[in-house]
Nanobody, 124 residues
Framework: VQLQASGGGLVQSGGSLRLSCTAS????????VTWFRQAPGEEREYVGT????????YYADSVKGRFTISRDNAKITTYLQMDSLKSEDTAVYYC??????????????????WGQGTLVTVSS
C-alpha cells in the first residue's frame, strides 16, 4: 500500500487549499485516515482524522472550524480542505493510515502507512 499526498502550494493568508491523499489500493475499511503536519524546526503534529466506517471526524484545536476532512465513497482518496489559512499553517502535510484506536490518534507510531508529504506555504 502506498499513500500519495498532493495539492500543496503557495497561498495568501485567508485563502484556501485542498489536499488529497490517495491510496494505491483500497485500504482496510476500518482504518481511519489522519493528517499530520510538520513546520520547519518543529515536531510533526496532529491535524485531524476521518474514520472511514462511521464518517466521524476529529480535529486539533488549532484547525477546528477551518479545516475539514472528507473522503470519496470508494474510500481511496481522502481530502483535507483548508480554509481561512494562517501563516502558522505553513508546514509539510502528511497523511497516514493504520489500525489506530481513538485514544491514540495523535501518536505517530500508531500508523503503518505514510504519504510522502506535500508542502503548504501561507504568505502573510
Amino acid at each position: 500500500v502506498q499513500l500519495q499526498a498532493s495539492g500543496g502550494g503557495l497561498v495568501q493568508s485567508g485563502g484556501s487549499l485542498r489536499l488529497s491523499c490517495t491510496a494505491s489500493e483500497r485500504i482496510g475499511g476500518s482504518y481511519p485516515v489522519t493528517w499530520f503536519r510538520q513546520a520547519p524546526g518543529e515536531e510533526r503534529e496532529y491535524v485531524g482524522t476521518a474514520w472511514r466506517t462511521t464518517g466521524k471526524t476529529y480535529y486539533a484545536d488549532s484547525v477546528k472550524g477551518r479545516f475539514t476532512i472528507s473522503r470519496d465513497n470508494a474510500k481511496i482518496t481522502t481530502y483535507l480542505q483548508m480554509d481561512s489559512l494562517k501563516s502558522e499553517d505553513t508546514a509539510v502535510y502528511y497523511c497516514a493510515v493504520g489500525p489506530v484506536i481513538l485514544s491514540a490518534l495523535r501518536e505517530r507510531g500508531s500508523y503503518y502507512y505514510w504519504g510522502q508529504g506535500t508542502l503548504v506555504t501561507v504568505s502573510s
